[in-house]
């Protein structure tokens, strides 16, 4: 029963040409246009989530190689936290994280593995409006 309906369909596709072109080309510019501004959307709101994070910015650190900059990440060194805030009257605080891919407790005889971890500064809890579940 169904093969039926996609020979019908088929042969009204060959039959209105313009029609059926027309149709197919709308609807794949709809859909490609309705992925395009979901994948913005959850781009633009999948940052900045933070309270209070309206006052925070991340910086980013690009590598000269030879005579042209490469594209980098946020990754920078030590001193730059210290240095921009010295530089820079409008710097009120900064904090330094560092993200770990695994990361290994020990205490006495008690092992505890974490798949991934991170390690920030002390101002951390000052800049974010989070808190420790258990000190």
Do not use: C, W
């Amino acid at each position: 029963m169904n093969l039926l309906y996609f020979k019908i369909a088929f042969r009204y596709l060959l039959k209105n040409k313009l029609y059926s072109f027309i149709n197919i080309i709308g609807l794949s510019l709809g859909i490609a246009a309705f992925i395009i501004i979901s994948l913005y959307v959850s781009h633009e709101k999948s940052y900045d989530t933070f309270q209070g994070s309206d006052q925070v910015y991340r910086v980013y650190m690009d590598y000269l190689e030879g005579e042209q900059f490469e594209p980098g990440d946020a990754q920078t060194y030590n001193l730059s936290g210290p240095t921009i805030e010295k530089q820079f009257p409008e710097v009120i605080d900064y904090v330094r994280l560092f993200r770990l891919e695994s990361v290994t407790f020990v205490n006495k005889d008690k092992i505890i593995e974490q798949p991934s971890g991170a390690l920030a500064g002390a101002s951390y809890f000052d800049i974010f409006n989070t808190s420790l579940l258990k000190r």
